[in-house]
C-alpha cells in the first residue's frame, strides 16, 4: 500500500486494490497492436457500411468539400508517415491535399458500388470498401471524428437508411467499444500509479476520486492511441492522464474554483517545496521556489495567496462584535428603493394613459413587448401564437403602434408647453 496515501484513502485504496484483483494485467506491446487492430477494423467496417447510404455519402461529400475549401488541412485529416516531408512545405502540403481530395473521390466510388450490391444482396462484399480507406489512412483523430458524424447520421430518426443498416452500423460501433474497454479495463492500474503520487495527495479529492478522472483521461488517451508509431499505451497514456487529474482538481477541489494556470503553477511549487525539503531539511523561502522554476517572486506569492482563499460565513460576526455580521455589509440587490419605486409607478402610470389612445389589440402587443404586465418581455413569436399573427405581422404592428405613441405624446407636449411656460 502506498505510503503517501492518508488513512482515508488508504482504506479506499485496499478496498479498491481487492476489487482490482479480477482486473487482467497490462497487455504487452503485441497485444495492444492486435487490439487496435481489431479496433480498426471495426471502424472500417462501420464507416463502409454507413457510407454506402445516401446519408453516409452526404457525410463523406461534406468531409471533401471541407478539404477543398481548406477548412480543414491534410495535415489533420490524414496519418502524416514521418521523414517524408521535402524541401518544400507548401508543395508538400498541396500535392498531400491532392492525394487525399482523390483518395476520397476512390472511397466514394466504392462505396456507391457497395451499396448497389448490399441492396441486391445483403452478403455483398466491402473489400474494395476498405482498400480504398487503407489508402486514405485517415489519423485517430479524423477517424473518430467521421464515426461521430456517420453515427449521428445514420441514428437520424427521419432519415432514409433502413433497419438493417442501421442494426449493422450499431453493431460495429459496440464492436469498437468492446475492444476499447479491454485496453482502458487492462490499464486501470497504471491509472492508480498515477493518482497516488504525491503531487495529486492532500487536494480536496480522495484516491478513488482521482482514479475516476484519471481513467477519463486514459479512455481519452486509448480514442487517440496510434500503435503504428511504435509507443506503448502506457507511454502515450500517461500525459493524457495527468491532465485529467490536474482539471479534476481545478474544478472540483475548491469550493471557489482557481483558473487551471494557477492550479498548476501550485501543483509545481509543491514540487519544488518537497524537493527542497528532501535535500536541505527545511523548507524553501519564496525566492528559492522563484529561482528553480525561473519566475518572479510576485508570481509564486500571488498563486500562494490564491490557494489560501477560502468560503466565509455571511453570519461570521466583524471583528470582536458579536451584533456585528457580515452580511450586514453585503448590499440587498432585490432591495426596493422608496425614490425608485415612485418613480416606477408615476411611469406606468404615464404609460397605462398613453396605451388608452391604442386599440385592444395594439395594446397587447405593447404591454407584452415591454413587460409592463408581469415584468416578462414577449418575443414577437410569443406574441403572434398568441394572437393567431405571424412574427413579421407583428413586428409591423408594434412599430406602427409606437409611431402612434410617439406622435401622440409630441402633440400633448406641444399642446403643454405655452402653459408651462405662462
Known sequence: MPATLDPQSRGAYAAWARALGTTPKPIGREGEAAISQEIERAEQRLIATAIATRAGQAVLARLRDDLEQKYVRVTDLVRQQSGEAGADPVFDEATATLSALASIEAVERAALSYGRARQRSPNASAEQVY?????????????????????????????????????????????????????????????????RRPEYQDRGLDFLDLVQEGTFGLMQAVDGFDWRRGLKLSTYATWWIRQALQ????????????????????????RVSREHAARHGSEPTHGQI?????????????ALEASRIEPRSLDAPLGGAEDSRLIDLVADEHAVVADDAVTSNARARVAR???????????????????????????????GAELGLTRERVRQLEARAL??????LARRAGATDPRDAA
Not at 135 to 161: C, N, Y
Not at 290 to 302: D, H, T, Y
Not at 403 to 408: C, I
Open 290 to 302: 522563484a529561482a528553480a522554476l525561473g519566475l518572479e517572486v510576485q508570481k509564486i506569492e500571488e
Open 403 to 408: 409611431a402612434k405613441l410617439q406622435r401622440a
Open 353 to 383: 394613459g398613453a396605451l388608452s389612445m391604442l386599440s385592444p389589440r395594439d395594446q397587447l402587443i405593447v404591454r407584452r413587448r415591454f413587460g409592463l404586465d408581469d415584468g416578462r418581455e414577449y418575443t414577437l413569436a410569443e406574441i
Open 131 to 195: 482498400e480504398a480507406l487503407s489508402a486514405l489512412d485517415l489519423s485517430r483523430q479524423a477517424t473518430r471524428k467521421l464515426i461521430e458524424r456517420l453515427l449521428f447520421a445514420v441514428r437520424a430518426p427521419h432519415g432514409d437508411v433502413s433497419d438493417d443498416v442501421r442494426a449493422a452500423v450499431e453493431q460495429q460501433h459496440r464492436r469498437v467499444q468492446r475492444a476499447k474497454n479491454r485496453f482502458v479495463h487492462a490499464n486501470v492500474r497504471l491509472v492508480a500509479s498515477v493518482a
Open 247 to 270: 482539471r479534476a482538481l481545478a474544478e472540483h477541489s475548491r469550493t471557489i474554483r482557481l483558473p487551471f494556470h494557477v492550479n498548476e503553477l501550485l501543483m509545481k511549487i509543491h
